[in-house]
C-alpha cells in the first residue's frame, strides 16, 4: 500500500482543526491563515486525487484498510469510486471558497469558527470515503456538532430554533440508522459466524429475508430522507439554511444535503437491493411531490434565502428521481446533479450572503432596483440564477435532463409530473428575481455597493465550472458511469429486476423491425 | 448468666449495623443542616462497613474486609470534596440549609 | 479544401457572434458606445460572409450530396445514451443560417441608431450577439438536445432583452411571462426527446428518417405533438401566444429581430426538422394544420381593432405564424420556409419602420394620435407602404406568392376547411394592415389636436425633441434628467385595448425622420419585401428554393397542384386581399374624426370589444395565476408547510417537551426527597427479592 490519500484528506483539516484550535485566541490573522492552508492543502489532495482516479474502473480504488475495533469487527475502511469521487472533490473546492466567502462577514471569534469548519470538512470527508458501516455513522453523528455550532456561534436571530432543530431532526434519522446497521451486522454474524460491518463484506452477503430487508431499508431511508431531505421530511432545511452563516449554508446546500442521495445509491441500492426495486416507486412519488411541492413554496416565499432553500428541495427532488429511476442514466443523472448542484446553489447562496452583508436584510420586498447600483452582482445572479433553473449550457441541465430520461425510462408518469417542475422553476427565480433587481433603486438600494474583487473570485470559479461541465460533462460522467452501472448490474444480478435501457421499447421496435422483415420476405414469397 | 452463654453472634453485629445506618437514614431524610446530613451519610457507610466485616468474619472470607478498605478510601475522598463543598457553600450564604439549596429543581 | 471540407466548419458561425457577446459582456463599458454597437454589428457581418460561403459550397454539391454532418465532440454520454455536439449543413440549415445573420445584419445596424444614448448601449449589444449565437446553434445543431440548447439560449437572450429596460415594471413582467410561457413548451421539447430516447434511442436529426419508418403511428403522433408544443411556445401558437405581444415592451429592434423575423420561427424549423414523423402521423399533421389556420384567424380579428403599433403587428405576426403551421399541417414545408424568408422581409421592415415611426413622434405608440406621417417620415412611409402592399398579398410583392404558395397548398391538398381559414384571414391581413398604414402615415394629422386638447402640462426642457443630434437620446432609458417629469405614460408605453387615446408626447415639435443608419436597414428590407418572390415563383424552373430546399424533405408527399387548383387559390385570396384593403380603405381613408372615435371598433361593438381583449385569454390565465393559482400556492405555503408538515415536526417536539416537563415536576430540588426516594426504592426492590425472587 503506497502514500494513504484518502487517510491524508480525513486527517489534513482535523489536523487543522486541533492545531487552530489551540492558538491564542487574538490571533485572528493566524487562523485564517491556517485556515486557508489546510483547507486549501486538502483541496489540493482532492485535485491529486480526480488526477490519479482511474476512469473506467467499476470497483474501489485507493483502499486503505486498517483494523478500528477489532472486538467488535469494526475496520477503518476508505475507498473512492466514480459516486464518491466528485463528492471528495466539490468538499474539497467549497471549503477554501466558503471561507473566502467568510472574510467579511465573520467577525467575531474568528479562531473558533475556523476550527469547526475545519472539522466539519473532516467529517463530510469521512462520510463520503468510509467503507465501513460504523465508521460511517461516526462521520455521520460527528458531522452534527461543527454544524450545530457554526450555526449557533455565527447565524442570524432564529439561531437557536434552527440550530436545535437542525441537531434533532437529523440525529433522529440517525438512531436508526444506528440501530439498523448493529441488526444488518448483527444478522450477518449469526448467518455465517463472522461479526463485520465491512460494506462490500455485506454487500456481497445475500442471507436477508424480505422482511428483514424491507425493515431494515426502511431504517436506512429514515437516515437518508431526512437529510436529503425528501418531502415531507423538508421542513428543517429553510429554517438551518436562513438562520446559518452564508458559508455553512454554502456547504450545506453543497455537500450536506447530498448525502442522503449518496446514502441511498452506495448503501441502501448495494445493502438491500430487493427492497430498493419493491419500494422505488414510493420514493419516486416522494421525489416527484417534491419536486413540484418544493418550487410552489419556493415561489410564495418572501426571503431571498428561503427561496434557495425551498429550490434545493426541488432540486434534490431530480437527485432522488434519478437515483430510483433504477437506470444508468438516471443514476448518472442524479450523481451528476449533486455535483453541480453545489455550484449553482453555492453561488446563489454566497451572492444572497454578499446581499445581506450590504442591505442587512433578505426580505425581498425591501430590495428592487439592485440592477441599477449593482450590475455585477446582477449579472453574476442572473448566471446562477439560470444555472439554477437548468438552462442548457450550465450543469444543472444535464442532471435534471439524465434525471428525467431516466425516469421516463424507468415510467413514464413520474417523468411527465416531473417534468412539469421545468415550468415551476423558471417562476419561482424569476419571480423574486424581478422583485429584488428590478425596477427604480430607492433607500438602502441606491446606496449599495457593486460586488469587489474578491467577492467576484469567489463566484466566478463555481459558475464557469458550472458552464464548463454544463457545456462538457464528458469527464464527469465517465468516471460516474461505471459505478452507476456497477449499481445497475447489482440489481439485475440479485433481482429479477431489469433495466428498461435495453428493454421494453427499444425491444418493441426491433420486433416490429423483425415483423416487417417477414412480411416483407412473405411478400416476396407469394411473388 | 455467664459471659459464654453470652456469647456474640455475628447477628448482634448485624442488628447494630441496621440500627446505625436506620439512624443515618433518618438523619439524613430530618435533619436540614447540610454538615449533619454529611455526618449521617458517614454513619450510614459505616454501617455498612460493620456489617461487611461481620459477614467477612463470619463467612471466614476476606472479601468483605477488602470492600471495607475500598469503602474507606472512597468515604476519605468524599469527606475531602463533600467538606469542600460545605465549605464552598458556608461562604457564599452564612448558613447550609439543605433545602435552600434548590439548583436541581427541574 | 473542397466544398464538403467548409462545411465541415460551419460550427464557427455561431462562434463569432458567441465571440462578440463575451467581449462585449466582459469588456463593453471601456469599448464605449458606437465602438460595441460596430463590432456587434462586424461580427454579424462576418458570420453572414460565412453563412454565404457555406452556402456557395453547398451549391457546389450534387443535390442529393448536401448533407454534411460534423460531430465535433460527445456531449452526453450516460449509459447506452449519447449525444454530440454537431453540425449538420444542409438546404434547411444554410437557409435559416442566412436568413438570421442576414437580417440579423440589419437590425444590428439599425440598433446603432437606435439605443444611441442609451447608458447600457453596450450590453445591449452584447444581448443582440449572444442572442443570434444562440439562434445560429439552434440552426446549425445535428441532434435534437443541441438545437434545445440554441432554443433556450435564445429564451434566455429573450428574456434578457424583453426586460431590457428593467426600471419599468411591465418590461420585467414582460420578459418573466415570456420565459415562463416558453418553459411550458419546453416542457412538451423535453417529453418528446424522451421519448425518442425511449423509443429509438437517439436524437441526431439524420436518423429521424429511418425511425420514422419503423416505429409505430401512435408513438409518431405523440413526438409530432410533443414537438409541436414546443414549438408553441416559441412561435407563440394558440394557446401558449400570450407571451408575444407583452413582449413588445422590449425595444423596437429586438421585436423586429427576435419576435418577428428570427426566434418565433424556430418552432417552424423544428417541425421542418421533425417532418418525417408528420409525415407517418396524419393524425398530428391534421391538429397542426388547424392549430395554425385558427391562430392565423384569431389572431387576424385582434389585430384589426389594436390602438397601438407594435402590438397591431405583434399580433400579425401570430397570424402570419399561424399560416407557417398551417402549411407545415398539410405538407408544405418548403411554402413555409417560404413564408418564414417572405415574413422576415417584410415584418422586418415593418417593426423597424414602425421603431423610426415611434422614435420620430416622442415614444408614442397610440396609432390614434398619429396621421399623415408621410410628410414627416417620407422615406419610413415608403418603405413602409412597400412592406404593407407585400404582406397583404398584393401581387407581384413577396407576402402574395409566399402565402398564396400555402394556400394552394391547402386547396390543392384537400383541406377545405383550413384553406377557406386561411383564405378568411387573408382577408383580416389586408384590413389590420392597411389600417395601420392609413392611421400612420395618411389622413388627417391628428397629433397636434391630441397635443393641444390632451396635453399634460409641459415641462420646458421638451425643447431637445426637434434637435435631431438629440432626440435619439428618447424614451425611458434616456438620460436620467427626465426622471423628474411627472409622465404617467413614461413606464407604459403600451397602449392596450379599450384605454383612451393618450396625450400626445411631440410637446409642440413635428414628428421627425430617424437618422440615415437607421433608414438604411428599412430601406433594404423594403426591398426585399418587394423582390422576395422571385425566390420561388411557382412558374416551370423558377421555383429555385422549392428545388433547394427539396432533398431535405425527402419522402414528403407533398401534391402537386393543377393549374386550375392554383387560379381558384390564388385567385381568390387575391380578390380577398382586395376586399380587404378596400373595406380598410373606405373606413380609414380619411383618418379618424377624433382620436377617441375609431369607425371600426364602434361598428362592430360588441364583437369588437371581445376581438380587442383578445378573447379575454390572457387576462383569463393572468387571473387565475394571480387568483386561485397563488392563492393555491400561498396555501401551501403557509398553511400546509408551515402548519402542517412543520406542524407535525414542532408539534412532536412539543409533545416530548411538554411530557418532559411534567416528569420533571418530581425534581423538585429537596435533595431530602430524593433520598426518600432512594430509600423506598432500595426498600422495594429488597422487599421484592426477598418476597418474590428469593422463592
Given at each position: 500500500?503506497?502514500?494513504?490519500?484518502?487517510?491524508?484528506?480525513?486527517?489534513?483539516?482535523?489536523?487543522?482543526?486541533?492545531?487552530?484550535?489551540?492558538?491564542?485566541?487574538?490571533?485572528?490573522?493566524?487562523?485564517?491563515?491556517?485556515?486557508?492552508?489546510?483547507?486549501?492543502?486538502?483541496?489540493?489532495?482532492?485535485?491529486?486525487?480526480?488526477?490519479?482516479?482511474?476512469?473506467?474502473?467499476?470497483?474501489?480504488?485507493?483502499?486503505?484498510?486498517?483494523?478500528?475495533?477489532?472486538?467488535?469487527?469494526?475496520?477503518?475502511?476508505?475507498?473512492?469510486?466514480?459516486?464518491?469521487?466528485?463528492?471528495?472533490?466539490?468538499?474539497?473546492?467549497?471549503?477554501?471558497?466558503?471561507?473566502?466567502?467568510?472574510?467579511?462577514?465573520?467577525?467575531?471569534?474568528?479562531?473558533?469558527?475556523?476550527?469547526?469548519?475545519?472539522?466539519?470538512?473532516?467529517?463530510?470527508?469521512?462520510?463520503?470515503?468510509?467503507?465501513?458501516?460504523?465508521?460511517?455513522?461516526?462521520?455521520?453523528?460527528?458531522?452534527?456538532?461543527?454544524?450545530?455550532?457554526?450555526?449557533?456561534?455565527?447565524?442570524?436571530?432564529?439561531?437557536?430554533?434552527?440550530?436545535?432543530?437542525?441537531?434533532?431532526?437529523?440525529?433522529?434519522?440517525?438512531?436508526?440508522?444506528?440501530?439498523?446497521?448493529?441488526?444488518?451486522?448483527?444478522?450477518?454474524?449469526?448467518?455465517?459466524?463472522?461479526?463485520?460491518?465491512?460494506?462490500?463484506?455485506?454487500?456481497?452477503?445475500?442471507?436477508?429475508?424480505?422482511?428483514?430487508?424491507?425493515?431494515?431499508?426502511?431504517?436506512?431511508?429514515?437516515?437518508?430522507?431526512?437529510?436529503?431531505?425528501?418531502?415531507?421530511?423538508?421542513t428543517w432545511l429553510p429554517d438551518v439554511h436562513t438562520e446559518a452563516p452564508t458559508a455553512g449554508s454554502v456547504v450545506l446546500a453543497g455537500v450536506i444535503i447530498k448525502m442522503g442521495a449518496y446514502g441511498f445509491v452506495r448503501f441502501s441500492f448495494e445493502l438491500f437491493p430487493?427492497?430498493?426495486?419493491?419500494?422505488?416507486?414510493?420514493?419516486?412519488?416522494?421525489?416527484?411531490?417534491?419536486?413540484?411541492?418544493?418550487?410552489v413554496v419556493a415561489a410564495m416565499q418572501t426571503d431571498l434565502k428561503r427561496v434557495i432553500a425551498y429550490s434545493s428541495v426541488a432540486h434534490m427532488g431530480f437527485v432522488i428521481l434519478g437515483i430510483f429511476s433504477l437506470t444508468v442514466i438516471g443514476i448518472d443523472g442524479a450523481?451528476?446533479?449533486?455535483?453541480?448542484?453545489?455550484?449553482?446553489?453555492?453561488?446563489?447562496?454566497?451572492?444572497?450572503?454578499?446581499?445581506?452583508?450590504?442591505?442587512?436584510?433578505?426580505?425581498?420586498?425591501?430590495?428592487?432596483?439592485?440592477?441599477?447600483?449593482?450590475?455585477?452582482?446582477?449579472?453574476?445572479?442572473?448566471?446562477?440564477?439560470?444555472?439554477?433553473?437548468?438552462?442548457?449550457?450550465?450543469?444543472?441541465?444535464?442532471?435534471?435532463?439524465?434525471?428525467?430520461?431516466?425516469?421516463?425510462?424507468?415510467?413514464?408518469?413520474?417523468?411527465?409530473?416531473?417534468?412539469?417542475?421545468?415550468?415551476?422553476?423558471?417562476?419561482?427565480?424569476?419571480?423574486?428575481?424581478?422583485?429584488?433587481?428590478?425596477?427604480?433603486?430607492?433607500?438602502?438600494?441606491?446606496?449599495?455597493?457593486?460586488?469587489?474583487?474578491?467577492?467576484?473570485?469567489?463566484?466566478?470559479?463555481?459558475?464557469?465550472?458550472?458552464?464548463?461541465?454544463?457545456?462538457?460533462?464528458?469527464?464527469?460522467?465517465?468516471?460516474?458511469?461505471?459505478?452507476?452501472?456497477?449499481?445497475?448490474?447489482?440489481?439485475?444480478?440479485?433481482?429479477?429486476?431489469?433495466?428498461?435501457?435495453?428493454?421494453?421499447?427499444?425491444?418493441?421496435?426491433?420486433?416490429?423491425?423483425?415483423?416487417?422483415?417477414?412480411?416483407?420476405?412473405?411478400?416476396?414469397?407469394?411473388? | 448468666?455467664?459471659?459464654?452463654?453470652?456469647?456474640?453472634?455475628?447477628?448482634?453485629?448485624?442488628?447494630?449495623?441496621?440500627?446505625?445506618?436506620?439512624?443515618?437514614?433518618?438523619?439524613?431524610?430530618?435533619?436540614?443542616?447540610?454538615?449533619?446530613?454529611?455526618?449521617?451519610?458517614?454513619?450510614?457507610?459505616?454501617?455498612?462497613?460493620?456489617?461487611?466485616?461481620?459477614?467477612?468474619?463470619?463467612?471466614?472470607?476476606?472479601?468483605?474486609?477488602?470492600?471495607?478498605?475500598?469503602?474507606?478510601?472512597?468515604?476519605?475522598?468524599?469527606?475531602?470534596?463533600?467538606?469542600?463543598?460545605?465549605?464552598?457553600?458556608?461562604?457564599?450564604?452564612?448558613?447550609?440549609?439543605?433545602?435552600?439549596?434548590?439548583?436541581?429543581?427541574? | 479544401?473542397?466544398?464538403?471540407?467548409?462545411?465541415?466548419?460551419?460550427?464557427?458561425?455561431?462562434?463569432?457572434?458567441?465571440?462578440?457577446?463575451?467581449?462585449?459582456?466582459?469588456?463593453?463599458?471601456?469599448?464605449?458606445?458606437?465602438?460595441?454597437?460596430?463590432?456587434?454589428?462586424?461580427?454579424?457581418?462576418?458570420?453572414?460572409?460565412?453563412?454565404?460561403?457555406?452556402?456557395?459550397?453547398?451549391?457546389?454539391?450534387?443535390?442529393?450530396?448536401?448533407?454534411?454532418?460534423?460531430?465535433?465532440?460527445?456531449?452526453?454520454?450516460?449509459?447506452?445514451?449519447?449525444?454530440?455536439?454537431?453540425?449538420?449543413?444542409?438546404?434547411?440549415?444554410?437557409?435559416?443560417?442566412?436568413?438570421?445573420?442576414?437580417?440579423?445584419?440589419?437590425?444590428?445596424?439599425?440598433?446603432?441608431?437606435?439605443?444611441?444614448?442609451?447608458?447600457?448601449?453596450?450590453?445591449?449589444?452584447?444581448?443582440?450577439?449572444?442572442?443570434?449565437?444562440?439562434?445560429?446553434?439552434?440552426?446549425?445543431?445535428?441532434?435534437?438536445?443541441?438545437?434545445?440548447?440554441?432554443?433556450?439560449?435564445?429564451?434566455?437572450?429573450?428574456?434578457?432583452?424583453?426586460?431590457?429596460?428593467?426600471?419599468?415594471?411591465?418590461?420585467?413582467?414582460?420578459?418573466?411571462?415570456?420565459?415562463?410561457?416558453?418553459?411550458?413548451?419546453?416542457?412538451?421539447?423535453?417529453?418528446?426527446?424522451?421519448?425518442?430516447?425511449?423509443?429509438?434511442?437517439?436524437?441526431?436529426?439524420?436518423?429521424?428518417?429511418?425511425?420514422?419508418?419503423?416505429?409505430?403511428?401512435?408513438?409518431?403522433?405523440?413526438?409530432?405533438?410533443?414537438?409541436?408544443?414546443?414549438?408553441?411556445?416559441?412561435?407563440?401558437?394558440?394557446?401558449?401566444?400570450?407571451?408575444?405581444?407583452?413582449?413588445?415592451?422590449?425595444?423596437?429592434?429586438?421585436?423586429?429581430?427576435?419576435?418577428?423575423?428570427?426566434?418565433?420561427?424556430?418552432?417552424?424549423?423544428?417541425?421542418?426538422?421533425?417532418?418525417?414523423?408528420?409525415?407517418?402521423?396524419?393524425?398530428?399533421?391534421?391538429?397542426?394544420?388547424?392549430?395554425?389556420?385558427?391562430?392565423?384567424?384569431?389572431?387576424?380579428?385582434?389585430?384589426?381593432?389594436?390602438?397601438?403599433?407594435?402590438?397591431?403587428?405583434?399580433?400579425?405576426?401570430?397570424?402570419?405564424?399561424?399560416?407557417?403551421?398551417?402549411?407545415?399541417?398539410?405538407?408544405?414545408?418548403?411554402?413555409?420556409?417560404?413564408?418564414?424568408?417572405?415574413?422576415?422581409?417584410?415584418?422586418?421592415?415593418?417593426?423597424?419602420?414602425?421603431?423610426?415611426?415611434?422614435?420620430?413622434?416622442?415614444?408614442?405608440?397610440?396609432?390614434?394620435?398619429?396621421?399623415?406621417?408621410?410628410?414627416?417620415?417620407?422615406?419610413?412611409?415608403?418603405?413602409?407602404?412597400?412592406?404593407?402592399?407585400?404582406?397583404?398579398?398584393?401581387?407581384?410583392?413577396?407576402?402574395?406568392?409566399?402565402?398564396?404558395?400555402?394556400?394552394?397548398?391547402?386547396?390543392?391538398?384537400?383541406?377545405?376547411?383550413?384553406?377557406?381559414?386561411?383564405?378568411?384571414?387573408?382577408?383580416?391581413?389586408?384590413?389590420?394592415?392597411?389600417?395601420?398604414?392609413?392611421?400612420?402615415?395618411?389622413?388627417?394629422?391628428?397629433?397636434?389636436?391630441?397635443?393641444?386638447?390632451?396635453?399634460?402640462?409641459?415641462?420646458?426642457?421638451?425643447?431637445?425633441?426637434?434637435?435631431?443630434?438629440?432626440?435619439?437620446?428618447?424614451?425611458?432609458?434616456?438620460?436620467?434628467?427626465?426622471?423628474?417629469?411627472?409622465?404617467?405614460?413614461?413606464?407604459?408605453?403600451?397602449?392596450?385595448?379599450?384605454?383612451?387615446?393618450?396625450?400626445?408626447?411631440?410637446?409642440?415639435?413635428?414628428?421627425?425622420?430617424?437618422?440615415?443608419?437607421?433608414?438604411?436597414?428599412?430601406?433594404?428590407?423594403?426591398?426585399?419585401?418587394?423582390?422576395?418572390?422571385?425566390?420561388?415563383?411557382?412558374?416551370?424552373?423558377?421555383?429555385?428554393?422549392?428545388?433547394?430546399?427539396?432533398?431535405?424533405?425527402?419522402?414528403?408527399?407533398?401534391?402537386?397542384?393543377?393549374?386550375?387548383?392554383?387560379?381558384?387559390?390564388?385567385?381568390?385570396?387575391?380578390?380577398?386581399?382586395?376586399?380587404?384593403?378596400?373595406?380598410?380603405?373606405?373606413?380609414?381613408?380619411?383618418?379618424?374624426?377624433?382620436?377617441?372615435?375609431?369607425?371600426?371598433?364602434?361598428?362592430?361593438?360588441?364583437?369588437?370589444?371581445?376581438?380587442?381583449?383578445?378573447?379575454?385569454?390572457?387576462?383569463?390565465?393572468?387571473?387565475?395565476?394571480?387568483?386561485?393559482?397563488?392563492?393555491?400556492?400561498?396555501?401551501?405555503?403557509?398553511?400546509?408547510?408551515?402548519?402542517?408538515?412543520?406542524?407535525?415536526?414542532?408539534?412532536?417536539?412539543?409533545?416530548?417537551?411538554?411530557?418532559?416537563?411534567?416528569?420533571?415536576?418530581?425534581?423538585?430540588?429537596?435533595?431530602?426527597?430524593?433520598?426518600?426516594?432512594?430509600?423506598?426504592?432500595?426498600?422495594?426492590?429488597?422487599?421484592?427479592?426477598?418476597?418474590?425472587?428469593?422463592?
Amino acid at each position: 500500500m503506497g502514500f494513504p490519500l484518502l487517510l491524508a484528506i480525513i486527517v489534513t483539516p482535523l489536523v487543522g482543526a486541533v492545531v487552530v484550535a489551540l492558538l491564542p485566541a487574538a490571533r485572528t490573522e493566524v487562523a485564517k491563515a491556517l485556515g486557508y492552508a489546510f483547507t486549501g492543502a486538502t483541496a489540493g489532495l482532492c485535485g491529486y486525487l480526480l488526477w490519479h482516479f482511474q476512469t473506467g474502473d467499476r470497483g474501489f480504488q485507493f483502499v486503505y484498510d486498517q483494523p478500528w475495533i477489532p472486538g467488535l469487527g469494526v475496520r477503518f475502511t476508505l475507498g473512492v469510486d466514480g459516486i464518491s469521487l466528485f463528492m471528495v472533490v466539490v468538499t474539497g473546492l467549497l471549503f477554501p471558497l466558503g471561507l473566502l466567502a467568510s472574510e467579511k462577514y465573520i467577525t467575531h471569534r474568528v479562531k473558533a469558527y475556523v476550527a469547526w469548519f475545519l472539522l466539519l470538512e473532516t467529517a463530510i470527508m469521512g462520510i463520503f470515503l468510509t467503507l465501513d458501516l460504523i465508521a460511517f455513522f461516526v462521520f455521520w453523528e460527528l458531522l452534527l456538532v461543527p454544524m450545530y455550532f457554526l450555526i449557533l456561534g455565527w447565524g442570524s436571530a432564529r439561531r437557536k430554533y434552527a440550530a436545535m432543530k437542525f441537531f434533532i431532526y437529523t440525529g433522529l434519522g440517525s438512531a436508526f440508522l444506528l440501530a439498523s446497521t448493529l441488526v444488518l451486522g448483527f444478522l450477518h454474524q449469526a448467518d455465517t459466524g463472522v461479526l463485520t460491518f465491512d460494506f462490500r463484506t455485506l454487500a456481497d452477503w445475500n442471507g436477508l429475508t424480505g422482511t428483514a430487508e424491507v425493515l431494515l431499508f426502511v431504517g436506512f431511508m429514515a437516515a437518508f430522507a431526512i437529510k436529503a431531505p425528501l418531502f415531507p421530511f423538508h421542513t428543517w432545511l429553510p429554517d438551518v439554511h436562513t438562520e446559518a452563516p452564508t458559508a455553512g449554508s454554502v456547504v450545506l446546500a453543497g455537500v450536506i444535503i447530498k448525502m442522503g442521495a449518496y446514502g441511498f445509491v452506495r448503501f441502501s441500492f448495494e445493502l438491500f437491493p430487493q427492497a430498493s426495486v419493491d419500494l422505488a416507486p414510493i420514493l419516486l412519488v416522494l421525489a416527484v411531490i417534491g419536486i413540484i411541492y418544493g418550487a410552489v413554496v419556493a415561489a410564495m416565499q418572501t426571503d431571498l434565502k428561503r427561496v434557495i432553500a425551498y429550490s434545493s428541495v426541488a432540486h434534490m427532488g431530480f437527485v432522488i428521481l434519478g437515483i430510483f429511476s433504477l437506470t444508468v442514466i438516471g443514476i448518472d443523472g442524479a450523481v451528476f446533479t449533486m455535483v453541480s448542484h453545489p455550484l449553482t446553489t453555492g453561488a446563489l447562496f454566497l451572492l444572497v450572503g454578499m446581499i445581506y452583508e450590504r442591505l442587512h436584510t433578505r426580505e425581498i420586498g425591501e430590495m428592487g432596483g439592485m440592477w441599477n447600483v449593482a450590475p455585477v452582482l446582477t449579472g453574476l445572479f442572473i448566471a446562477a440564477m439560470f444555472a439554477g433553473i437548468g438552462l442548457p449550457g450550465f450543469s444543472g441541465f444535464v442532471g435534471e435532463f439524465l434525471s428525467l430520461a431516466g425516469a421516463f425510462l424507468y415510467e413514464r408518469p413520474f417523468a411527465i409530473v416531473a417534468a412539469l417542475g421545468v415550468i415551476f422553476a423558471a417562476v419561482y427565480m424569476l419571480w423574486p428575481f424581478k422583485r429584488a433587481f428590478a425596477g427604480r433603486a430607492s433607500g438602502s438600494v441606491a446606496r449599495m455597493k457593486d460586488l469587489d474583487q474578491r467577492e467576484i473570485l469567489v463566484v466566478v470559479p463555481l459558475l464557469a465550472l458550472s458552464l464548463f461541465l454544463g457545456l462538457y460533462p464528458k469527464p464527469v460522467l465517465d468516471r460516474i458511469e461505471p459505478a452507476a452501472d456497477r449499481a445497475v448490474r447489482n440489481f439485475e444480478r440479485k433481482t429479477d429486476y431489469r433495466s428498461p435501457e435495453e428493454s421494453r421499447d427499444r425491444r418493441d421496435t426491433e420486433r416490429r423491425v423483425e415483423r416487417e422483415q417477414r412480411r416483407a420476405e412473405a411478400r416476396e414469397g407469394e411473388q | 448468666m455467664t459471659l459464654a452463654a453470652l456469647e456474640i453472634t455475628s447477628s448482634y453485629y448485624l442488628v447494630l449495623a441496621a440500627m446505625v445506618f436506620t439512624i443515618g437514614a433518618v438523619g439524613v431524610l430530618t435533619r436540614r443542616n447540610v454538615l449533619v446530613m454529611f455526618m449521617c451519610v458517614e454513619l450510614m457507610l459505616n454501617a455498612v462497613n460493620l456489617s461487611f466485616v461481620a459477614f467477612a468474619r463470619a463467612l471466614d472470607d476476606v472479601t468483605g474486609q477488602v470492600i471495607v478498605f475500598f469503602v474507606l478510601v472512597v468515604a476519605a475522598a468524599e469527606v475531602a470534596v463533600g467538606l469542600a463543598i460545605i465549605v464552598a457553600i458556608f461562604r457564599r450564604r452564612r448558613h447550609a440549609t439543605a433545602d435552600d439549596l434548590l439548583a436541581l429543581r427541574g | 479544401m473542397n466544398a464538403s471540407d467548409i462545411l465541415d466548419y460551419l460550427g464557427i458561425i455561431p462562434l463569432l457572434p458567441l465571440a462578440g457577446a463575451v467581449i462585449l459582456l466582459l469588456a463593453g463599458r471601456r469599448i464605449g458606445e458606437p465602438r460595441a454597437g460596430w463590432l456587434a454589428t462586424g461580427m454579424m457581418a462576418l458570420a453572414f460572409l460565412g453563412s454565404l460561403v457555406a452556402l456557395f459550397a453547398l451549391l457546389s454539391l450534387p443535390a442529393e450530396g448536401r448533407l454534411q454532418v460534423n460531430q465535433v465532440f460527445t456531449w452526453l454520454p450516460a449509459g447506452t445514451f449519447s449525444v454530440g455536439m454537431g453540425t449538420q449543413a444542409d438546404p434547411l440549415s444554410v437557409t435559416w443560417l442566412l436568413l438570421v445573420t442576414g437580417v440579423g445584419l440589419l437590425i444590428h445596424l439599425y440598433s446603432i441608431g437606435y439605443m444611441h444614448g442609451d447608458p447600457l448601449f453596450s450590453r445591449f449589444f452584447a444581448y443582440l450577439n449572444l442572442f443570434a449565437a444562440s439562434m445560429l446553434i439552434l440552426v446549425v445543431a445535428d441532434n435534437l438536445l443541441m438545437t434545445f440548447l440554441g432554443w433556450e439560449g435564445v429564451g434566455l437572450c429573450s428574456y434578457l432583452l424583453i426586460s431590457f429596460w428593467y426600471r419599468r415594471n411591465d418590461a420585467a413582467n414582460a420578459g418573466k411571462k415570456a420565459f415562463v410561457t416558453n418553459r411550458v413548451g419546453d416542457v412538451g421539447f423535453l417529453l418528446a426527446m424522451f421519448l425518442i430516447i425511449a423509443t429509438y434511442g437517439t436524437l441526431e436529426y439524420t436518423a429521424m428518417a429511418p425511425a420514422a419508418e419503423i416505429i409505430s403511428a401512435g408513438t409518431a403522433t405523440a413526438i409530432a405533438l410533443l414537438l409541436m408544443v414546443g414549438a408553441m411556445g416559441k412561435s407563440a401558437q394558440l394557446p401558449l401566444h400570450l407571451w408575444l405581444t407583452d413582449a413588445m415592451e422590449g425595444p423596437t429592434p429586438v421585436s423586429a429581430l427576435i419576435h418577428a423575423a428570427t426566434m418565433v420561427t424556430a418552432g417552424v424549423f423544428l417541425m421542418c426538422r421533425a417532418y418525417p414523423f408528420l409525415e407517418v402521423s396524419h393524425d398530428a399533421s391534421v391538429v397542426i394544420m388547424w392549430i395554425g389556420a385558427i391562430t392565423a384567424l384569431l389572431a387576424g380579428t385582434v389585430a384589426i381593432v389594436q390602438p397601438d403599433i407594435k402590438r397591431a403587428l405583434a399580433y400579425s405576426t401570430i397570424s402570419q405564424l399561424g399560416y407557417m403551421f398551417l402549411a407545415i399541417g398539410v405538407g408544405g414545408y418548403e411554402a413555409a420556409v417560404f413564408m418564414v424568408l417572405c415574413h422576415a422581409f417584410y415584418k422586418g421592415c415593418l417593426f423597424l419602420g414602425a421603431g423610426s415611426v415611434i422614435h420620430g413622434n416622442g415614444d408614442n405608440q397610440d396609432m390614434r394620435i398619429m396621421g399623415r406621417y408621410r410628410k414627416f417620415l417620407p422615406v419610413t412611409a415608403f418603405a413602409m407602404v412597400i412592406a404593407w402592399l407585400a404582406i397583404a398579398g398584393i401581387p407581384p410583392f413577396a407576402g402574395f406568392w409566399a402565402k398564396d404558395e400555402i394556400l394552394v397548398e391547402a386547396y390543392a391538398h384537400g383541406d377545405y376547411g383550413v384553406w377557406i381559414v386561411g383564405t378568411a384571414a387573408a382577408l383580416l391581413t389586408a384590413v389590420y394592415m392597411t389600417r395601420l398604414i392609413f392611421l400612420t402615415f395618411f389622413g388627417n394629422a391628428r397629433f397636434e389636436g391630441a397635443d393641444a386638447a390632451l396635453a399634460v402640462p409641459v415641462v420646458s426642457g421638451g425643447s431637445d425633441e426637434g434637435d435631431p443630434a438629440v432626440a435619439t437620446a428618447h424614451g425611458p432609458h434616456g438620460s436620467d434628467g427626465h426622471d423628474g417629469d411627472e409622465d404617467p405614460f413614461e413606464d407604459h408605453p403600451t397602449v392596450v385595448f379599450g384605454e383612451p387615446p393618450r396625450p400626445g408626447r411631440l410637446h409642440g415639435h413635428r414628428p421627425h425622420e430617424s437618422p440615415v443608419l437607421m433608414l438604411v436597414p428599412i430601406v433594404v428590407l423594403a426591398g426585399l419585401s418587394a423582390v422576395g418572390g422571385l425566390l420561388n415563383l411557382p412558374f416551370g424552373k423558377l421555383d429555385f428554393l422549392h428545388q433547394f430546399l427539396e432533398p431535405v424533405f425527402e419522402g414528403a408527399k407533398g401534391v402537386k397542384a393543377t393549374t386550375a387548383q392554383k387560379l381558384t387559390a390564388e385567385g381568390l385570396s387575391v380578390l380577398m386581399a382586395l376586399i380587404g384593403v378596400s373595406i380598410a380603405l373606405l373606413v380609414y381613408r380619411r383618418g379618424l374624426r377624433s382620436p377617441d372615435r375609431d369607425p371600426l371598433v364602434d361598428r362592430l361593438r360588441p364583437v369588437s370589444t371581445l376581438t380587442g381583449s383578445a378573447y379575454y385569454w390572457d387576462a383569463g390565465v393572468t387571473r387565475f395565476v394571480g387568483g386561485p393559482g397563488e392563492r393555491g400556492a400561498s396555501w401551501l405555503n403557509r398553511v400546509f408547510d408551515a402548519r402542517i408538515v412543520d406542524g407535525a415536526v414542532n408539534g412532536t417536539a412539543w409533545l416530548f417537551q411538554r411530557a418532559g416537563r411534567a416528569a420533571s415536576r418530581v425534581q423538585d430540588g429537596y435533595v431530602r426527597r430524593y433520598a426518600l426516594g432512594i430509600l423506598l426504592g432500595t426498600v422495594a426492590v429488597v422487599c421484592f427479592v426477598l418476597l418474590w425472587a428469593g422463592r
